[in-house]
C-alpha cells in the first residue's frame, strides 16, 4: 500500500474556473461559475447536486472532454503530479501531445453507463490489453496477464475466462467493475467517477462503493466523485463540494458539513437522505420544492433564491461572498452575514 504523508501536497488545484457554452441563437450561458476545487493524493472530493448543476461538465473539462460550443472563459487546472512545475490543464491545446499523455493514463474517469467507455465490438480483456501494449508498451502476453491481475483487483470472478467476454454478456455491474479495470490499468494519479453507481441496484451499489474505496487506499490515487446523493457522500469522501446552477454553494470536510450544514441547499439536501433508521417504514424524504432552473434562468444574485425557503432581500440581486466557517468549511449565503436587526424583521 503507497504511504501518504498526512499533508500531502494537492495533485489538481482547480481555481476561478468557469466554463461557458455558446450557442448560435442565444447568449452564452455560464454552466460552472468561478469554481474552486483540490484533489489530493488518497482523498476523495465528492461532488454532490441534483441534474444540471453543472457536476459533469466540471469533471469532463479536467480532461479536456467538454462539448464543441464550451470554453473555459477563465480559471486554471493546476496538475502537479510530482516536483515538476505543474501543468495547467486549462491551457492545454485539445488534443495536443501533453493533453493525451495525461487523458486516460495520469487522469482517468469513469460513467454511470460503462458503455461510454467501453467499445461493444471487442472483448473486454482485449480493450484493456490494447492500452497497456500503447500506454505501457507491455508485450501482449504480459498486458494480458496484467488484464486478468487487474480484473482479480476488481472482483470479477473467474477472471481469465471473463476476459474473452464481450460487454453485453455482463451483468450490469460487472461491466462497471470492468470499466473500473479499464479506467486504472494505466495506474492514475487521479481517478474521476462520475456518478458510477447511479444506475445500478442498492446491493451492487454498495458494492462498488467498496471496491472504489478499497482500489484508492491500494493505489493511493486522488478521487473525484460525483453523486447526486449525499447518503453516497458519507460512505466515501473526505471532503464536500454542494454544487447548485454552476456556483459551489458549500464545501468542507465531510465530516463539518454534515455536523453543520450551512447553505439552505445543503440543508435542503440533507432532509432528501432516506434515514436507515425508519427503513422499515415506508421512508418519508422531504424533496427539495421545484426543480433546478436552466443557467440562462440563473437569478442575478444568489442561484438558489427561486426555490429557498429562507430568501430575503438582497438574495435575488446581489450574488453571496463566500463565508469562512472555520477549518477550510464555507458557503455562499446571505444568512451568514446577515445583521441582527434583519433576523428581526
Ligand atoms: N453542450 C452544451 N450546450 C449547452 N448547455 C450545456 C451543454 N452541455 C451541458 N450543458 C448545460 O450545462 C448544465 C450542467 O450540466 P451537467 O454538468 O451535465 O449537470 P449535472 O452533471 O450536474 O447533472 C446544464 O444546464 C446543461 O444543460
Ligand atoms: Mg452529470
Same mark, same amino acid.
Given at each position: 500500500? =503507497?504511504?501518504?504523508?498526512?499533508?500531502? &501536497?494537492?495533485?489538481?488545484?482547480?481555481?476561478?474556473?468557469? $466554463?461557458?457554452?455558446?450557442?448560435?441563437? /442565444?447568449?452564452?450561458? /455560464?454552466?460552472?461559475?468561478?469554481?474552486?476545487?483540490?484533489?489530493?493524493?488518497?482523498?476523495?472530493?465528492?461532488?454532490?447536486?441534483?441534474?444540471?448543476?453543472?457536476?459533469?461538465?466540471?469533471?469532463?473539462?479536467?480532461?479536456?472532454?467538454?462539448?464543441?460550443?464550451?470554453?473555459?472563459?477563465? +480559471?486554471?487546472?493546476?496538475?502537479? =503530479?510530482?516536483?515538476?512545475?505543474?501543468?495547467?490543464?486549462?491551457?492545454? &491545446?485539445?488534443?495536443?501531445?501533453?493533453?493525451?499523455?495525461?487523458?486516460?493514463?495520469? $487522469?482517468?474517469?469513469?460513467?454511470? /453507463?460503462?458503455?461510454?467507455?467501453?467499445?461493444?465490438?471487442?472483448?473486454?480483456?482485449?480493450?484493456?490489453?490494447?492500452?497497456?501494449?500503447?500506454?505501457?508498451?507491455? &508485450?501482449?502476453?504480459?498486458?494480458?496477464?496484467?488484464?486478468?491481475?487487474?480484473?482479480?483487483?476488481?472482483?470479477?470472478?473467474?477472471?481469465?475466462?471473463?476476459?474473452?467476454?464481450? =460487454?453485453?454478456?455482463?451483468? +450490469?455491474?460487472?461491466?462497471?467493475?470492468?470499466?473500473?479495470?479499464?479506467?486504472?490499468?494505466?495506474?492514475? &494519479?487521479?481517478? $474521476?467517477?462520475?456518478?458510477?453507481?447511479?444506475?445500478?441496484?442498492?446491493?451492487?451499489?454498495?458494492? $462498488?462503493?467498496?471496491?472504489?474505496?478499497?482500489?484508492?487506499?491500494?493505489?493511493?490515487?486522488?478521487?473525484?466523485?460525483?453523486?447526486?446523493?449525499?447518503?453516497?457522500?458519507?460512505?466515501?469522501?473526505?471532503?464536500?463540494?454542494?454544487?447548485?446552477? +454552476?456556483?459551489?454553494?458549500?464545501?468542507?470536510?465531510?465530516?463539518?458539513?454534515?455536523?453543520?450544514?450551512?447553505?439552505?441547499?445543503?440543508?435542503?439536501?440533507?432532509?432528501?437522505?432516506?434515514?436507515?433508521?425508519?427503513?422499515?417504514?415506508?421512508?418519508?424524504?422531504?424533496?427539495?420544492? +421545484?426543480?433546478?432552473?436552466?443557467?440562462?434562468?440563473?437569478? /442575478?444574485?444568489?442561484?438558489?433564491?427561486?426555490?429557498?425557503?429562507?430568501?430575503?432581500? =438582497?438574495?435575488?440581486?446581489?450574488?453571496?461572498?463566500?463565508?469562512?466557517?472555520?477549518?477550510?468549511?464555507?458557503?455562499?449565503?446571505?444568512?451568514?452575514?446577515?445583521?441582527?436587526?434583519?433576523?428581526?424583521?
Amino acid at each position: 500500500m =503507497p504511504l501518504i504523508p498526512m499533508d500531502a &501536497k494537492p495533485i489538481l488545484t482547480i481555481k476561478d474556473m468557469s $466554463i461557458v457554452f455558446s450557442s448560435p441563437d /442565444e447568449a452564452d450561458i /455560464e454552466a460552472v461559475r468561478q469554481v474552486d476545487l483540490t484533489l489530493s493524493p488518497g482523498k476523495t472530493l465528492a461532488l454532490v447536486g441534483e441534474s444540471g448543476c453543472g457536476k459533469s461538465v466540471t469533471a469532463r473539462s479536467v480532461l479536456r472532454l467538454l462539448d464543441r460550443n464550451a470554453r473555459i472563459q477563465r +480559471g486554471s487546472m493546476l496538475f502537479a =503530479p510530482g516536483d515538476e512545475p505543474p501543468t495547467d490543464i486549462a491551457k492545454l &491545446k485539445a488534443d495536443s501531445l501533453p493533453l493525451r499523455a495525461i487523458r486516460g493514463r495520469e $487522469i482517468s474517469m469513469i460513467f454511470q /453507463e460503462p458503455m461510454t467507455s467501453l467499445s461493444p465490438v471487442h472483448t473486454i480483456g482485449d480493450q484493456i490489453d490494447e492500452m497497456l501494449i500503447l500506454h505501457e508498451r507491455l &508485450k501482449p502476453k504480459q498486458a494480458r496477464e496484467r488484464t486478468v491481475a487487474l480484473f482479480d483487483q476488481v472482483g470479477i470472478p473467474g477472471a481469465r475466462e471473463r476476459a474473452d467476454s464481450y =460487454p453485453f454478456q455482463l451483468s +450490469g455491474g460487472l461491466r462497471q467493475r470492468a470499466m473500473i479495470a479499464m479506467a486504472l490499468a494505466c495506474a492514475p &494519479k487521479v481517478l $474521476i467517477a462520475d456518478e458510477p453507481t447511479t444506475a445500478l441496484d442498492v446491493t451492487t451499489q454498495a458494492q $462498488i462503493l467498496d471496491l472504489l474505496r478499497q482500489l484508492q487506499a491500494d493505489f493511493g490515487m486522488a478521487m473525484l466523485f460525483i453523486t447526486h446523493d449525499l447518503g453516497v457522500v458519507a460512505e466515501i469522501a473526505d471532503e464536500v463540494a454542494v454544487m447548485y446552477l +454552476g456556483d459551489v454553494v458549500e464545501q468542507g470536510s465531510v465530516f463539518d458539513v454534515f455536523a453543520a450544514p450551512s447553505h439552505p441547499y445543503t440543508q435542503a439536501l440533507m432532509s432528501s437522505i432516506p434515514k436507515m433508521a425508519r427503513k422499515a417504514d415506508r421512508v418519508r424524504l422531504s424533496p427539495i420544492k +421545484g426543480t433546478v432552473p436552466a443557467p440562462r434562468d440563473r437569478p /442575478e444574485g444568489c442561484a438558489f433564491t427561486s426555490r429557498c425557503p429562507h430568501a430575503f432581500e =438582497p438574495c435575488a440581486t446581489v450574488r453571496p461572498e463566500r463565508t469562512a466557517l472555520g477549518n477550510g468549511h464555507h458557503a455562499r449565503c446571505h444568512l451568514l452575514t446577515r445583521q441582527p436587526a434583519e433576523v428581526v424583521a
